[in-house]
């Protein structure tokens, strides 16, 4: 189970990809950004405003959302 460190918009610095989608966005994007750590590994996502908007509309928070997603889920 992965535990959320911090979650805020950034515009982005470089070239990445969403976490949801897997779309390459270029820098100067704003991205949602994650960071996170899962059996003790720090790590980092982004996501779009399209992948954001989709879980915000879509997911239920009341769903167990144990397992996230993996990469291009959505």
Request: hydrophobic letters at 30%; one cysteine or more; aromatic letters at 12%.
């Amino acid at each position: 189970m992965s535990t959320v460190l911090s979650q805020k918009y950034v515009n982005t610095r470089k070239d990445h990809n969403c976490w949801g989608c897997t779309q390459l966005y270029p820098a100067g994007t704003k991205m949602g950004l994650v960071n996170a750590v899962d059996m003790g590994k720090a790590y980092s996502c982004y996501w779009c405003d399209v992948c954001d908007a989709y879980i915000l509309e879509n997911v239920d928070p009341r769903d167990s959302l144990e397992d996230g997603w993996s990469y291009g889920d959505i």
